[in-house]
């Protein structure tokens, strides 16, 4: 089955626009422009709305930086139910720390949390692999969930245990753990430990804490596999984001079919999308694959 998702409503961000490979969106109070591959149209806005961005960021690379009209707010707070995120510009990434087309896996985690246990009544384990700046984590443990987060960049596992501070949430079962995914993975298979269910939010490149390299094409298999193998016998949730331009939602779903061959349950697979706020016009961001039982 393929399904289209968009992003729930939500007061501190709007995407405006989009074209010529880049996006106009709104981040709390600040107006910025990011690049964005997928956006291949023309704008609908003209270009005086455009100006009103405080801060662009439209290319990448090792000089890639961002550049301000205007002195901006650094840092500000983004609130989503009890939730609190802190947004911030870095020096040479483009992304701000929240990544709003991910609410339809936030709002699929919190409605899975009450329906899950683990096998001693306990409560359910949720383990979260490329983690970033927890947005998924903090929601799983306002669901219920125990989480343990692993990513493999001490920034991003300092910026959530930050958003955990904020989000008063410093008493919720939450580890937070450096470390490359692959190894973390099979050393949780050799100490027997196994999760009720697990998130896998993988980028399409990327370098571990001790420089191992991540290609999702070359590894995305052998950690879904793995992943399979530390799924408990209560076991409800299994997801898959990917980002490659090249990926299709149904390569999705054939990773989640190998990897959940045997486990009953549905897949379902389709495309994390914005919708702009003037006209229907959707920006397709990224492709996932769910298994839930």
Request: net charge positive; proline share 6%; aromatic share 8%.
């Amino acid at each position: 089955m393929r399904i289209h998702i968009e992003t729930a409503s939500w007061s501190e961000h709007e995407l405006l626009d989009s074209g010529k490979g880049l996006k106009l969106e709104r981040f709390g109070p600040n107006l910025v422009i990011r690049s964005e591959p997928k956006a291949w149209w023309r704008p609908a806005l003209p270009d005086s709305e455009w100006k009103k961005a405080v801060g662009t960021f439209t290319t990448e690379g090792r000089d890639a930086a961002w550049q301000f009209s205007r002195t901006p707010l650094r840092e500000w707070k983004m609130k989503r139910g009890p939730l609190v995120f802190e947004a911030r510009f870095t020096e040479n990434s483009k992304h701000l720390g929240v990544f709003p087309e991910q609410a339809p896996h936030w709002d699929t985690i919190l409605a899975k949390g009450p329906l899950l246990k683990a096998p001693d009544g306990g409560k359910p384990r949720l383990l979260n692999l490329f983690g970033y700046t927890g947005a998924a984590t903090l929601t799983a443990a306002q669901a219920g969930f125990a989480v343990t987060h692993v990513d493999a960049s001490k920034p991003a596992v300092a910026w959530g245990r930050r958003n955990q501070e904020l989000s008063g949430m410093t008493n919720l079962p939450i580890r937070w753990v450096l470390e490359d995914a692959l190894k973390y993975v099979r050393r949780e298979k050799t100490r027997g430990s196994f999760y009720e269910a697990i998130l896998l939010d993988p980028p399409s490149f990327g370098r571990g804490p001790n420089g191992e390299v991540w290609k999702c094409e070359e590894r995305i298999g052998e950690l879904m596999d793995a992943c399979r193998e530390i799924l408990s016998e209560r076991a409800g949730l299994l997801l898959l984001t990917l980002y490659s331009l090249e990926a299709s939602s149904i390569m999705a779903g054939n990773i989640m079919a190998q990897a959940a061959r045997g486990l009953g349950g549905q897949i379902a697979i389709g495309e994390l999308a914005l919708r702009h706020t003037h006209g229907d016009r959707l920006l397709p961001l990224s492709l996932f694959a769910r298994w839930e039982k």
